[in-house]
């Protein structure tokens, strides 16, 4: 469910080695060598490579250059095949060898071997080789580009290896990780359920190299006690014989924006989607199960491509990542946000502050709003696929992206990278020494200049006063100090649970209601608490609607011997009117009193 794979160094190998095929189809080929045994084992491996008999071809081209070891196209050509098997140092030394004999004979072999040192981390000679190429004159655009960027990377990795960033990540251990591949993060809030991506053996079938014979499913772990419980497969109507993988769970854990293919789309047991992938979406149920999942609608999904979708803290916004037309790039991150009846809008590109003409895939925006970490083949960094984050500012828009640095970012391609609420933990997945089979979900303390900004959580439960059942009530969070509305949702039907992410430091107040119940409402502060980690708990009763009833308006304020209302006491009040004109049949007595500071007489007029 990642980005279509983008192959840059074998394009510009395989279009040197048709010009050689091309030209050896004339009467006179012009090759390097004039050893007809040469040439002939060369045209056979050429032929090996076109139908992926890459250990053949390989062999094929060391007896060419046995019989004749200046022939620089066949160093050449080998060089792109180790390439392509990932064997950059073999592919480096063979470069090495063409190039010597002839500098200037491929021009383009300075290009690739600028990326191969990349891979290999050989930083001080990939800045060489790609300045090497920058000289030549009528080079590509797009080949300048990317060497450009491949210079910058140099330097860039150059620097960041001598500036290393803190890094130890821990293996999340058996319980969570097993001998598939195991990927793709997703966390609430509390830190209390992970979801992922496990890539599995299909029907029975033997592994295989890539994803034959797999499917993707979703696994889930609880953490009791402080640990991880063993994962266990979340089952229809999430999973299917089809691939499910690309996830995002809601801070509270109630909803899952997840990525499944189309049948035609070559993936038996599909769902049908407006595009190769889209986005679907599924609730949580009262009895723990969750909903049968639906198309996110043509305003999200295309015909294109949809996929890795990660879903703001309040549920407003949907970031995700789409190759559909009008990108800056092979695969751009866009966004969408909610309208006012809560359906989700167009979306929109996030443009050249995040996006490039490569791949930008991978965003998640952390709960306080404000971060949004991405990953990036584009930006500078370590030679590949890197993780990358920016700060959303004041006006909307993005700053620069900051790359994570090294050894988070190394020269192979590093992915899935999710942060916890309290802005400490970053979770992400890794193929290592160590680890227990292929990817492994992975944690580590991310270094404070990389972290978001910290956010607590509130979770507890809305319910009947009179009974205790749970009640599916509209909740709604208010910034007292701005009276700015901070947030609105809903706790869970049936359980009337609900958990919501704040930032930290504020007053807030909190109006609970639903038809057929008196408003409740309750204020809390998280300026200075010493218990974000663990989040604050507040469980809100509600009162049904009877004649002697009683509620208690907690957000009422005046200031000390005065009657006169301070600013914020009109949010209460206002939700008081709207209470009395859905419910026109009620009657309401207001009373009040004072506290026993002062003397009678002045209490007895302020309470009047």
């Given at each position: 469910?990642h980005?279509?794979k983008?192959i840059?160094?074998i394009?510009i190998?395989?279009?040197?080695?048709?010009?050689?095929?091309?030209?050896?189809q004339?009467?006179s080929?012009?090759?390097?060598?004039?050893?007809?045994?040469?040439?002939?084992?060369f045209?056979?491996?050429m032929?090996?490579?076109d139908?992926r008999?890459?250990?053949?071809?390989?062999e094929?081209?060391?007896?060419?250059?046995a019989?004749?070891?200046?022939?620089?196209?066949?160093?050449?050509?080998?060089?792109?095949?180790y390439?392509?098997?990932k064997m950059?140092?073999?592919?480096?030394?063979?470069?090495?060898?063409?190039?010597?004999?002839?500098?200037?004979f491929?021009?383009?072999?300075?290009?690739?071997?600028?990326?191969w040192?990349?891979?290999?981390?050989?930083?001080?000679?990939a800045e060489?080789?790609?300045?090497?190429?920058?000289t030549?004159?009528?080079i590509?655009?797009?080949?300048?580009?990317n060497?450009?960027?491949?210079?910058?990377s140099?330097?860039?990795a150059?620097?960041?290896?001598?500036?290393?960033?803190?890094?130890?990540?821990?293996?999340m251990?058996?319980?969570v990780?097993?001998?598939d591949?195991?990927?793709?993060?997703a966390?609430?809030?509390?830190?209390?359920?992970?979801?992922?991506?496990?890539?599995?053996p299909?029907?029975g079938?033997?592994?295989g190299p890539?994803?034959?014979?797999?499917s993707?499913?979703?696994?889930?772990?609880?953490k009791?006690?402080?640990?991880?419980?063993k994962?266990?497969?979340i089952?229809?109507?999430i999973?299917?014989?089809g691939?499910?993988?690309?996830?995002?769970?809601s801070a509270?854990?109630?909803?899952?924006?997840?990525?499944?293919?189309s049948e035609?789309d070559?993936y038996?047991?599909?769902?049908?989607?407006f595009?190769?992938?889209d986005?679907?979406?599924?609730?949580?149920?009262?009895n723990?199960?969750?909903?049968?999942?639906?198309n996110?609608?043509?305003n999200i999904?295309?015909?294109?491509?949809?996929?890795q979708?990660?879903?703001?803290?309040?549920g407003?916004?949907?970031y995700?990542?789409?190759?559909?037309?009008?990108?800056?790039?092979?695969?751009?991150?866009?966004k969408?946000?909610?309208?006012?009846?809560?359906?989700?809008?167009s979306?929109?590109?996030?443009?050249?502050?995040?996006?490039?003409p490569g791949f930008?895939?991978s965003?998640?925006i952390?709960?306080?709003?404000?971060t949004?970490?991405?990953?990036?083949?584009?930006?500078?960094?370590?030679?590949?696929?890197?993780?990358?984050?920016?700060?959303?500012?004041?006006?909307?828009?993005?700053?620069t992206?900051?790359?994570?640095g090294y050894?988070?970012?190394?020269?192979?391609?590093e992915?899935?990278?999710?942060?916890?609420?309290n802005?400490?933990?970053?979770?992400?997945?890794s193929e290592?020494?160590?680890g227990?089979?292929?990817?492994?979900?992975y944690?580590?303390?991310?270094?404070?200049?990389?972290?978001?900004?910290?956010?607590?959580y509130?979770?507890?439960?809305?319910?009947?006063?009179?009974?205790?059942?749970?009640?599916?009530?509209?909740?709604e969070?208010?910034?007292?100090?701005?009276g700015?509305?901070?947030?609105?949702?809903?706790?869970?039907?049936g359980?009337?649970?609900?958990?919501?992410c704040l930032?930290?430091?504020k007053?807030?107040?909190?109006?609970?209601?639903?038809?057929?119940?008196?408003?409740a409402?309750?204020n809390f502060?998280l300026k200075?608490?010493?218990?974000k980690?663990?989040?604050?708990?507040?469980?809100?009763?509600?009162?049904?609607?009877?004649?002697?009833?009683?509620?208690?308006?907690?957000?009422?304020?005046?200031?000390t011997?005065?009657?006169?209302?301070?600013?914020?006491?009109?949010?209460?009040?206002?939700?008081?009117?709207s209470?009395?004109?859905t419910?026109t049949?009620?009657?309401?007595?207001?009373?009040?009193?004072?506290?026993?500071?002062?003397?009678?007489?002045?209490?007895?007029?302020?309470?009047?």
């Open positions: 469910m980005a279509i983008k840059v160094l394009i190998g395989i279009t040197v080695i048709c010009t050689c095929q091309t030209q050896a004339k009467s080929p012009k090759y390097s060598s004039t050893s007809d045994k040469a040439i002939k084992l045209e056979k491996a032929q090996s490579f139908m008999k890459d250990k053949e071809a390989i094929l081209l060391k007896k060419s250059i019989a004749d070891s200046k022939f620089i196209e066949a160093h050449m050509f080998l060089a792109e095949v390439a392509e098997n950059y140092e073999e592919a480096l030394s063979e470069g090495k060898i063409a190039v010597g004999i002839s500098p200037d491929f021009k383009n072999a300075y290009y690739s071997m600028g990326f040192c990349l891979k290999i981390q050989a930083y001080e000679e060489n080789n790609f300045t090497q190429y920058l030549y004159k009528s590509p655009a797009e080949a300048s580009n060497a450009k960027l491949g210079l910058k140099a330097r860039f150059k620097y960041a290896i001598k500036h290393p960033v803190p890094f130890n990540p821990i293996n251990g058996a319980e990780n097993s001998t591949n195991d990927y793709l993060p966390i609430t809030a509390d830190e209390q359920n992970l979801i992922y991506t496990r890539l599995i299909k029907n079938e033997t592994q890539g994803t034959k014979g797999k993707e499913d979703f696994y889930a772990c609880k009791i006690d402080g640990k991880w419980s994962a266990v497969n089952g229809p109507p999973n299917t014989t691939n499910e993988g690309a996830q995002c769970i509270d854990g109630q909803t899952l924006i997840f990525t499944a293919c035609y070559g038996p047991g599909g769902r049908n989607g595009g190769s992938c986005l679907f979406i599924a609730k949580k149920l009262a723990g199960k969750w909903s049968t999942p639906e996110l609608g043509k999904n295309s015909e294109s491509w949809e996929s979708p990660s879903l703001s803290s309040d407003q916004t949907l995700f990542v789409s190759n559909r037309p009008g990108g800056k790039g092979s695969a751009d991150i866009w969408s946000t909610k309208n006012e009846t809560g359906k989700w809008n979306p929109t590109n996030l443009g050249d502050s995040i996006n490039t930008e895939e965003p998640f952390h709960p306080d709003n404000k949004l970490y991405f990953v990036s083949d584009q930006w500078p960094g370590m030679g590949s696929r890197d993780i990358f984050l920016s700060r959303i500012k004041k006006d909307g828009s993005l700053s992206p900051m790359n994570l050894p988070i970012n190394s020269g192979e391609n992915r899935d990278l999710i942060v916890s609420a802005a400490r933990t970053a979770y992400f997945s290592r020494a160590g227990l089979g292929g990817l492994d979900l944690s580590f303390d991310l270094y404070e200049a990389a972290r978001p900004n910290e956010v607590t509130v979770k507890g439960r809305v319910f009947n006063k009179e009974n205790n059942n749970g009640i599916d009530a509209k909740f969070l208010v910034d007292l100090e701005t700015q509305l901070v947030m609105q949702a809903s706790s869970m039907a359980s009337g649970e609900f958990l919501v930032p930290i430091n007053n807030y107040l909190m109006n609970v209601s639903k038809s057929g119940f008196l408003f409402s309750e502060s200075g608490v010493n218990n980690l663990n989040g604050y708990e507040m469980n809100m009763p509600l009162t049904p609607i009877k004649v002697g009833e009683k509620v208690v308006l907690k957000n009422i304020f005046f200031e011997g005065s009657f006169q209302l301070k600013n914020e006491s009109k949010i209460e009040l206002q939700k008081l009117k209470f009395l004109m419910n049949a009620v009657s309401i007595e207001i009373s009040g009193h004072t506290d026993n500071v002062g003397d009678k007489k002045s209490n007895q007029i302020l309470s009047e």
